[in-house]
């Protein structure tokens, strides 16, 4: 039997494929197979990727393509020799599922699966859209295409390949067919890894002393540029507070540390990613990690800064505050409630250099260096 393999050994990934009938995400991964002019119906060629929990499949046709009820016959073991041997198409291919009916809702779409080596199919509902997703038709230049994705974990064990044949109907009448049916029942086979630049073998943060210190690990890089770090507090807008430099393609295990020298007080919401030689971010992570900042410190953040930052205290511990410029000027003066533990200090109508904030109250007093940038 001819099996078509084509293991996904270049740089494209699955991390950028979102079913949402925007096809660009598309353009980078190459074609599996296409059709001979002719061959295969209104199937033309297909597009076939695994990510970390999906496998993603993009599908072509031409402008006349209806594609509303279709047979996605899996191989799911990658082995022709087990499940589905005889009748139906394509005979004798071993699929150990298939996934038939109407794409514009998948309440309609009926699952079969069986054991043994034969037409032993047991038809089974209860899925949604986390599990097989389809975008809509989308018209193209002179074709029209569809995206959608099967959950891994639908499938149950799979293979490190797995084996798959589409056939396109309409009112039950097959209408194309990719791999054609011509070419004997093979299937088109993909690899199930997930083909990712950087193998992440885990990612923390964890407090250390007033600092966020965070630690990942790879396993392997693969024209790996850049690590980007992100952090958000609870509103989950992620400015960039820094970045290390990757080492390009390794196989070897390496290790990396970042510090945050200027933690928020309460929820930190880290996001790591990775940026390739050609400028491409791929997420790999988010950690978070609950700061109590000092609870009889000062502290301020971010420092320096541009207009506005945060000053921290302890409740009840200061009555006043004053913002002072470097040559001692009293710029700004506030009163503060026994409730209070944060000032919002706000620089915009400052010269950027250097200010004092003084606390004071109950006899004590503490003061801060602020810069403005
Ligand atoms: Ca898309
Ligand atoms: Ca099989």
Request: a negative charge; aromatic letters at 12%.
């Amino acid at each position: 039997m001819l099996v078509f393999i084509m293991l996904i050994t270049s740089k494209v990934n699955a991390q950028s494929i979102t079913i949402d009938g925007n096809l660009s995400d598309w353009d980078a991964i190459p074609y599996l197979h296409t059709n001979a002019t002719g061959t295969g119906g209104e199937l033309t060629a297909i597009k076939a990727i695994s990510g970390a929990q999906y496998i993603y499949f993009y599908l072509e046709g031409p402008e006349s393509l209806i594609f509303s009820s279709f047979d996605l016959y899996i191989d799911t073991d990658g082995n022709p020799a087990s499940g589905f041997l005889s009748g139906g198409y394509p005979a004798g291919s071993g699929a150990e599922l298939l996934i038939q009916g109407d794409v514009s809702s998948t309440g309609n779409v009926n699952i079969y699966a069986g054991s043994g080596t034969d037409w032993a199919w047991n038809w089974s509902t209860g899925y949604g859209t986390s599990e097989i997703n389809f975008s809509a038709l989308v018209a193209l230049t002179g074709k029209k295409a569809i995206e959608f994705s099967v959950k891994k974990s639908f499938l149950g064990t799979i293979g490190s390949n797995i084996g798959f044949a589409l056939i396109n109907r309409v009112e039950w009448t097959a209408t194309g067919s990719i791999p054609t049916v011509d070419l004997g029942g093979s299937y088109l086979q993909i690899s199930t890894a997930d083909v990712l630049p950087v193998k992440l073998v885990n990612f923390t943060a964890k407090a250390d002393g007033n600092l966020a210190r965070l630690n990942w690990q790879t396993a392997s890089e693969q024209s790996n540029k850049n690590f980007f770090i992100y952090r958000s507090g609870d509103n989950r807008i992620f400015p960039k507070i820094g970045e290390l430099q990757g080492k390009g393609t390794t196989q070897t295990a390496n290790f990396y540390t970042f510090y945050d020298k200027q933690p928020l007080n309460g929820n930190n919401y880290y996001k790591l990613t990775q940026v390739d030689l050609d400028g491409k971010e791929t997420e790999l992570g988010v950690e978070v990690l609950n700061f109590s900042l000092s609870a009889t410190k000062v502290n301020i953040a971010p420092n320096p800064t541009q207009n506005k930052t945060d000053i921290w205290f302890a409740e009840s511990k200061y009555t006043s505050l004053i913002l002072t410029g470097i040559e001692g000027k009293v710029l700004q003066k506030a009163n503060l409630k026994p409730s209070e533990n944060k000032f919002e200090l706000d620089l915009s109508n400052y010269p950027s250099g250097i200010y004092f904030v003084k606390l004071t109250g109950n006899g004590d007093s503490d003061v801060q260096k602020i810069i403005k940038q």
